[in-house]
């Protein structure tokens, strides 16, 4: 007669691919929240979606006739949807840290949002499109005037001109402290790359 399998004891098991943290149980994780912020269509879904760990959750409604003359389209006319609300996504860093991302949305009509979206943040990435550099001025002075610690991440898409970071830097009139990172939204690694330069950031700013 066969042996039967003992109960499960419920444990993480490393070849289920489990965190060091989550073997460890002396090794809570650190989690950290963090926001990105910036223009209509700048890439802040497309951020979240490429480096979460989970299945990132997004609040994307179709885009109808009655947004037509407060959204501009002219930089992304393929654009369709739009977020509503907010995109959440989580990633493990460097074994126990984990990072939630938090996406904001970006038309005026929702920034009412954001004051309950940054509590407890630790900084913010502010994504901007050279093309339309005008639109991440609210979220510029947003965490300018609550002093909370931002990078700037520059999304640089396909057949766009490129510019050094120190040219993006003087357009926006930003201090030399704030980094300015040009970056992919779609690819992962680019997205981990401005992460890690905002916890950086971060830490620098408010050691404590």
Wanted: charged fraction near 25%.
């Amino acid at each position: 007669m066969p042996a039967q399998p003992g109960p499960s004891t419920g444990e993480p098991d490393p070849e289920d691919g489990a965190r060091d943290w989550q073997l460890d149980h002396s090794r809570a994780p650190i989690a950290t929240k963090i926001v990105v912020a910036g223009g209509f269509g700048v890439g802040k879904t497309t951020f979240v979606r490429a480096v979460s760990e989970i299945t990132p959750l997004q609040t994307e409604a179709l885009m109808t006739r009655a947004s037509e003359e407060t959204d501009d389209l002219t930089a992304t006319p393929d654009k369709l949807t739009t977020t509503v609300a907010m995109d959440f996504g989580r990633i493990t860093l460097d074994n126990d840290l984990v990072l939630y991302v938090f996406g904001t949305p970006g038309q005026q009509r929702f920034w009412f949002m954001w004051d309950d979206l940054v509590r407890g943040a630790i900084g913010a990435i502010v994504l901007a499109d050279t093309r339309r550099l005008t639109d991440c001025f609210p979220a510029l002075d947003y965490f300018e005037s609550c002093g909370l610690p931002y990078v700037v991440a520059v999304n640089h898409f396909e057949g766009t001109e490129r510019f050094a970071p120190e040219d993006v830097r003087e357009a926006l009139t930003i201090t030399p402290e704030v980094p300015v990172v040009i970056m992919d939204a779609r690819k992962r690694y680019s997205v981990v790359e401005t992460l890690l330069a905002m916890v950086e950031h971060a830490l620098s700013a408010t050691p404590e």
